[in-house]
């Protein structure tokens, strides 16, 4: 039923309609000449809202945030030429994260492919090849050239997006206004259950026998992929019965450790950001799970020689980046279910065992005594005045690597960051998409380089008033390149530090309504973060920092930076993952 009353039979309505039908609450986009007439259709249709970005890129990370925050699936739209392009980045880190996005991308008519037409992207005559350009960053890409293919393309685009990754539909302005054929008009989903079609539900007998002869602890490391398929509860239930110890990879923080659910198991984060007693740990097991991760690079530093001495088997949508026994599945919760089943009972594991405690262990920079906060004392600060049920959206740089390994998740919050590409103003857009996913508080942690890129979704927060604070750390540079500056290029010239700012005044002054406040010292940051908490909808919190101080960075560090930390401030009750 449409806001009118009235019945449209356009392949746009007919778009918007199935979308609708299938769960999708949100389109988010921005809008052009040849991405309007879907607008057109989402404004005379119930039960879906098309959300106005101010970049395309932001739009696309919207989409990613929403469905990476369990929102269900992510869509895009942009109109053609550089609006399109736009999207690349984002679609990039969707990719990379495996993150299932929806893209519905604008080009001009058909009668005008190859014949000079403005932001052609066919592809013939020499124009851009829309088609080979976004298959590039996607899991399916298809062309859609007849108003009839929309009633097949339209389900398999969002199959394969389900499976893991953006799935990219290019839709000619023509095609868009064409009349659908009587039999391809849109009657709800058809039956089609979209979100399951197709998942390959893998069998982990394997690991169950490995399980099971096992003798001693056993380790964990859990993924993005149980994020994404919501395997939570199963990966708990499994940790249980195996009396595991668990890790998780940075773009995985609120995976394991709720409290009750193995918070005295949990390790911390995996790789160049995270904890080094996760390596210790490894080396103390009868065997190595991982689940639900490919463990590249920046989730590894620090790992390859343990594994490679401790047996190792992986549940996942994807091979992993080392040697392993790998089971493939798409239905990681089914498949988690399967496991436990078969290690219940009589087939429970009898050599598994409780380990030794292992003493957390975190990277330890050079004391630095510049001018601002330092990072550490604000995740301190921050962590004691965050809630539970808050999400937390972290951007790339100093200031990210920081919240990844001193800042523990909320109970019942998400913690998200996307190192897929590691694109710098990922969260401004991303923090968006959570809080119209999650319908809470959000807040954005993201350094003033990340800011000047993508920073003015501040003004769409405060456009649709969404509960988003967004802590904003001002060190006046891309620090983390001038951190390499000093260490790999003998400090003799930086490219990469700023003139001075006020972003708090600054956004305050320009955006009329938003509550926006710059702090300067540790002692002024509590009080803003609260009063900034506390705002119906959006507000800002500028924080004073340095770009000479180093973060927990393994790459900036010598093997001696690590120390213990004192392992019952790690069992605080509110926290549902320690980092």
């Known amino acids: 039923m449409t806001k009118t ?18 769960g999708v609450e949100y389109i988010f986009g921005v809008d052009g000449a040849n991405i309007e007439d879907l607008y057109d259709a989402a404004y005379f249709r119930d039960g879906i809202t098309a959300i106005l970005a101010k970049h395309e890129f932001s739009a696309a990370t919207m989409a990613d945030g929403y469905s990476r925050s369990g929102g269900g699936l992510g869509v895009v739209a942009a109109t053609s030429g550089g609006g399109c392009l736009n999207t690349v980045a984002g679609l990039g880190e969707s990719y990379a994260s495996r993150v299932p996005v929806l893209a519905l991308i604008g080009q001009p008519p058909t009668a005008l492919d190859g014949r000079g037409a403005f932001q052609d992207t066919s592809g013939r005559n020499g124009a851009l090849n829309g088609q080979a350009l976004f298959s590039a960053v996607s899991v399916f890409c298809r062309r859609v050239t007849s108003p009839e293919d929309i009633v097949t393309a339209l389900p398999e685009a969002i199959a394969a997006a389900r499976r893991g990754g953006p799935a990219v539909l290019l839709l000619p302005k023509d095609i868009q206004q064409a009349e659908m054929p009587a039999r391809g008009l849109h009657n709800g989903a058809n039956g089609f259950d979209c979100f399951g079609f197709g998942a390959l539900l893998g069998d982990p007998q394997i690991i169950t026998r490995a399980l099971r002869r096992a003798d001693g602890p056993v380790t964990i490391i859990a993924g993005e992929q149980v994020a994404r398929d919501d395997a939570r509860a199963e990966l708990a239930q499994l940790r249980s019965m195996l009396r595991a110890r668990v890790a998780v990879v940075p773009d995985a923080k609120d995976v394991a450790g709720t409290p009750g659910l193995g918070l005295s198991s949990a390790l911390g984060v995996t790789g160049v950001m995270g904890h080094p007693g996760v390596a210790e740990a490894i080396a103390d097991s009868a065997l190595c799970l991982l689940v639900g991760t490919r463990l590249n690079v920046t989730a590894r530093a620090g790992l390859d020689d343990v594994l490679a001495s401790v047996p190792t088997y992986s549940i996942g949508s994807a091979t992993p980046f080392v040697t392993t026994t790998h089971v493939h599945t798409e239905d990681l919760r089914g498949s988690l279910r399967l496991l436990t089943q078969a290690l219940n009972g009589e087939g429970r594991p009898t050599g598994v065992r409780v380990p030794d405690e292992v003493p957390r262990t975190e990277l330890a920079p050079p004391p630095h005594d510049g001018l601002g906060v330092r990072y550490r004392a604000a995740m ?27 800042l523990p998740g ?104 938003l509550a926006s406040v710059d702090v300067g010292t540790i002692d002024e940051l509590p009080a803003a973060l609260r009063a900034a908490l506390e705002v119906d909808g959006p507000s800002v919190v500028s924080v004073e920092c340095s770009a000479d101080e180093i973060p927990p960075f393994a790459a900036f560090l010598g093997k001696a930076a690590v120390k213990n930390t004192d392992i019952a401030e790690e069992n605080s009750s509110h926290v549902a993952t320690r980092a």
Not at 461 to 483: E, G, I, S
Request: proline share 2%.
């Open 5 to 22: 009353g009235r019945t449209f039979g356009r392949v746009v309505d007919h778009i918007v309609g199935y979308l609708a039908d299938t």
């Open 380 to 406: 301190a600060q921050l962590d004691a005045v965050l809630p539970a049920g808050v999400d937390i959206v972290v951007d790339a740089g100093n200031i990210g690597a920081s919240a990844i390994h001193y």
């Open 410 to 513: 909320r109970r019942d919050g998400r913690f998200i960051v996307a190192l897929g590409m590691g694109g710098m103003g990922y969260s401004f857009g991303a923090g968006l998409g959570v809080a119209f996913s999650r319908k809470r508080r959000t807040v954005v942690i993201a350094g003033d380089g990340s800011f000047f890129m993508h920073g003015m979704e501040i003004h769409t927060a405060l456009q649709y008033r969404l509960p988003v604070t967004f802590l904003l750390f001002d060190n006046h540079a891309h620090a983390m390149c001038v951190t390499r500056e000093q260490l790999f290029y003998g400090d003799h010239y930086s490219y990469n530090r700023f003139g001075a700012s006020r972003l708090g005044a600054g956004l305050a002054t320009m955006f009329p309504g």
